[in-house]
């Protein structure tokens, strides 16, 4: 059961995960986008969710599936237009997450002038980790991630290169969006975003501090 203070099973909570695109310069070099002047902001619903355990399902529309590991940040405390100054008193941890995004149906409502939600926000959409409290992470700011597809690293990068730091972001997002407990942040991808296949096997990790790994099915 969800409650107050136990953010250990933030996903239950069925809270907003709030998504930043394009916050690594490397990543929107490689997708030739445009670096953002501000946040580029868009949402997933709580059915995204999928735990280590259970798979990531390819939807029928979609023959172009593209991982990209993120830094999760949990919100521990509401807040309306939070300072940055005060921002991370509003964090309770983190945890790894994987943005899967369905890269053709993307690029069809990019060149449509269509939202993302196609894209983006379907069922299982948002593989995440355990949760990470607060204290194990010193230095959110400068954290390796990483992924493997089949053993073969594909995606690493430092959260030092976000163009948005978290504190920034925090106080963004909660000028337009009231941020509340159990709420998700997914702070953008760095570079190596790739195709994956059916019965791929994905690792990812934050340094040595946490692994985990999801296999890639097709239900059509
Ligand atoms: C181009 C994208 O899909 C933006 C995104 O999600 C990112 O992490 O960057
Ligand atoms: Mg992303």
């Known amino acids: 059961m969800a409650s107050a203070g136990n953010l250990q099973r933030f996903w239950e909570w069925g809270k907003k995960i709030i998504c930043v695109g394009r916050n690594y310069t490397a990543h929107a070099a490689e997708l030739r986008n445009a670096v953002p002047s501000e946040p580029l902001l868009f949402l997933k619903p709580p059915s995204a969710y999928v735990r280590e355990g259970s798979p990531i399902q390819v939807p029928y529309y979609c023959h172009n599936l593209h991982h990209e590991v993120e830094l999760g940040v949990v919100i521990g405390k509401r807040g309306t237009a939070i300072p940055?100054?005060?921002?991370?008193?509003?964090?309770a941890g983190y945890a790894l997450c994987l943005d899967m995004t369905a890269r053709d149906a993307q690029d069809e409502c990019k060149s449509k002038g269509l939202p993302w939600t196609l894209a983006k926000a379907f069922d299982t959409s948002c593989p995440v980790s355990d949760f990470i409290p607060k204290e194990q992470l010193?230095?959110?700011g400068n954290v390796r991630i990483w992924l493997?597809?089949?053993d073969q690293l594909r995606q690493e990068g430092s959260t030092s290169q976000m163009i948005f730091s978290i504190p920034y972001l925090i106080s963004y997002i909660s000028e337009f969006i009231t941020l509340e407990?159990?709420?998700?942040i997914l702070t953008g991808t760095p570079?190596?975003?790739?195709s994956v296949q059916e019965n791929d096997e994905l690792e990812a990790g934050i340094e040595d501090i946490l692994k985990?790994?999801?296999r890639v099915v097709?239900?059509?």
Request: proline share 4%; glycine share 8%; hydrophobic share 30%.
């Open 84 to 91: 940055q100054e005060v921002a991370m008193q509003h964090v």
């Open 138 to 140: 010193c230095d959110p």
């Open 148 to 150: 493997k597809v089949n």
């Open 181 to 184: 407990e159990g709420d998700l």
């Open 191 to 194: 570079k190596g975003v790739s």
């Open 212 to 214: 985990m790994k999801f």
């Open 218 to 220: 097709r239900t059509d």
